[in-house]
């Protein structure tokens, strides 16, 4: 079988700025909810049958302790946050299996259920729907899938791809919107190739 894993709070933001606005009889926002819904129950019809959706109940997490300038909720449109106990109620009554949490994120979920899943004899591949790189990052075993829209694992020779050197990479190539420190010594222009040499010399290929 096959385990599909998806990124709640990604297609929650996703849906909230593709979708027009569309309220309920309250006049609460729900155009996101409704387009997350819809695109969960088509992966159903599609042929899909053992799906999760790991979501953010709040935005901070355990990070924000250790990083003081780590993502907080601040900023995000009030519409787009009242829908995220929606979503988790809506696809809890749909009957879809829902891991919101609270201490930890959405990404560590993924990873988690993903490694959890691959242990698993009856599990034949784990799909990750997310665009993100994140959390595969914590996906450490050699043969993955970033199936997010096509299915297919990356070549394993792509550039900080390697899923237990993700941090390392991320921090040499200065990927700051992922709020790794960043490793101060390697130009951006240098990129992958460099990235790679130093790496290798810890004998960690990418």
């Known amino acids: 079988m096959e385990v599909f894993l998806v990124d709640g709070t990604y297609e929650l933001f996703r849906h909230y700025y593709a979708l027009p606005s569309a309220r309920d009889q309250s006049g609460c926002e729900v155009a996101a909810v ?3 819904l819809a695109s969960v129950l088509g ?3 599609g042929g899909a049958t053992h799906i999760a959706v790991e979501t953010d109940h709040v935005i901070e997490s355990f990070r924000n302790g250790l990083w003081p300038s780590y993502k907080t909720g601040e900023g995000i449109d009030p519409d787009l946050l ?14 879809i299996v829902v891991w919101p949490m609270v201490e930890f994120e959405a990404d560590d979920a993924l990873a988690a259920a993903a490694m959890a899943a691959a242990r698993d004899p009856r599990v034949e591949r784990v799909i990750i729907c997310t665009p993100a790189s994140p959390p595969l990052s914590s996906c450490t075993a050699d043969s993955w899938s970033e199936a997010a829209r096509c299915g ?3 070549s ?7 899923p237990s050197t993700f941090s390392d990479a991320a921090s040499f190539r200065c990927l700051s919107t992922f ?4 490793t101060q010594g390697i130009r951006r222009k240098e990129g992958p190739s460099m990235t790679a040499k130093v790496l290798a010399l810890k004998g960690r290929s990418m």
């Open 156 to 162: 394993p020779s792509h550039p900080a791809r390697s």
């Open 152 to 154: 297919r694992p990356r």
């Open 43 to 45: 992966m159903i019809k």
């Open 34 to 36: 409704r387009g997350v």
């Open 179 to 182: 709020n790794i420190q960043v």
């Open 82 to 95: 009242a829908q995220f106990q929606l979503l988790e109620d809506v696809l809890s009554t749909a009957g």
